[in-house]
Structures are given as C-alpha cells and as structure tokens.
C-alpha cells in the first residue's frame, strides 16, 4: 500500500524564520512527487520533483527530493504571515494519474 | 482562460437524502478525481476516472458514485446522507498524456450533513 508520511504535522515559527517540512514515502512506480499549498481554497501548486538531487527553487521556496533515501524536504526561508498555510505532499505513480496524499503540515507564522 | 469548477460551493443536506455535487472542467483532461479532506486525514481519494465511461473506486468509495459520461464532468453523489459524509469535498484533474502529473484543483464545496 503506498504511503506518504509529512512531518511535522504542525509548526509555529515567527516571521523571518527559516522552515524545513518533510516528506516521506514508501510507493511502487514512483513518477513524482508534488508539493502543494493549501489556504482557505482549494491547493495551489507548488513543485514537482522527478529527479533526485536537483533543486526547484521559487523565490523563498525551495525543494529537493532523495530517490534513494525516499524523502523530500520543502525549505520557506524568511518567512512571512502569508505563508501561513497547509502544505501538502503527493506522489504520483508512473502510468497513472492517482496520487498519494500525505496528511499536510500546518504552518502558522506569526508577526 | 481553461478551469475547473465545483457546485455548490457550500451545501446543508439532511441525513439518508441523495445529494450531487458537480465538477467541470475546460482543460479537456482525461484524469479527474475526487477527495474529500477532513481534519486529521489530509485529503483521501473518493473516485476517480482516467476517461469517458471509466470509474474507479478510491480509499474512501462506500457511500459515493460517479459517472463519467463526457470528458468535462465527474459528478460525484451520495446515495443517502451520513453525518460521517460531511467534510470538504475536492475535485481535480489532471493530463494523463503529459509527463508532468501536476493535477488542477476546484475550488472545494463544503458539505454539511445534518
């Protein structure tokens, strides 16, 4: 059964900290993996990963993803009250389009 | 510009009605899915269909139906209410063809069953 682990399930920083969220997954055919971000309506796309050791970077987002140890980490550096969110990891398998949902980690960043 | 869109955004049902809430998409994808997403559970998948005339069930099916009968819509229904049935309710699609798997969302319709 394919299963995606996000830790931690929660998080409180402040803003101008740096966070680190993780994700971890046992899936056959591995394809992808996608982080999303979810506010009050529905998730936004943030990164899709296919290759391990490269780096997706978008402004203070950045992504990696490990094939090998089978984990990706998402970092928000500087962050900022509009970060405050749920992120949510998914993998994808290959030759289909059914995802695997982790649970999502809430962030909160507070002034 | 190409969308997917969910109604009702927001719905009150009392228990043991059927109850359908729609989801059309305009990117003329073949995948569309369905999750509902509660506090705790993250989004689990209902449904979901590669293409017209395909169904297929998902982690949490017992209580939910589909049918695909055109590429633009999935409707989802509930054959009889259940307070247990009352969440938030996601629909997506994504392009099957295209090595990039990124799925689209809607905007979500909030379901209370009472």
């Known amino acids: 059964e394919d299963k995606v682990v996000q830790s931690p399930l929660s998080l409180v920083v402040h803003e101008g900290d740096t966070v680190t969220l993780n994700c971890s997954y046992e899936?056959?055919?591995?394809?992808?993996l996608l982080w999303y971000k979810q506010e009050k309506k529905a998730p936004t796309f943030l990164f899709m990963l296919?290759?391990?050791?490269i780096e997706k970077k978008s402004g203070r987002l950045s992504s990696i993803l490990d094939k090998k140890e089978l984990f990706s980490i998402l970092n928000i550096t500087a962050t900022q009250t509009g970060d405050s969110a749920i992120y949510l990891c998914?993998?994808?398998?290959?030759?289909?389009?059914?995802?695997?949902f982790g649970d999502g980690t809430t962030l909160t960043v507070k002034p | 510009d190409a969308e997917i869109t969910q109604s009702p955004r927001h719905k009150i049902t009392e228990t043991g009605r059927q109850v359908t809430l729609a989801c059309h998409q305009t990117?003329?994808?073949?995948?569309m899915f369905w999750y509902r997403q509660d506090l705790g559970h993250g989004l689990r998948l209902i449904h979901y269909?590669?293409?017209?005339?395909?169904?297929n069930k998902g982690e949490v099916s017992d209580g939910y139906s589909v049918s695909r009968s055109n590429t633009e819509d999935l409707p989802l229904t509930l054959e009889s209410a259940a307070s247990s049935q009352t969440s938030v309710y996601f629909c997506?699609?994504?392009?099957?063809?295209?090595?990039?798997?990124?799925?689209?969302f809607g905007q979500g319709t909030r379901l209370t069953v009472v």
């Open positions: 997506a699609s994504s392009d099957k063809g295209l090595p990039n798997t990124e799925a689209f």
């Open positions: 899936v056959t055919n591995f394809r992808s």
């Open positions: 296919t290759s391990s050791g």
């Open positions: 998914a993998v994808a398998p290959t030759n289909a389009g059914k995802s695997t």
């Open positions: 990117w003329n994808h073949n995948n």
């Open positions: 269909s590669y293409g017209v005339q395909d169904t």
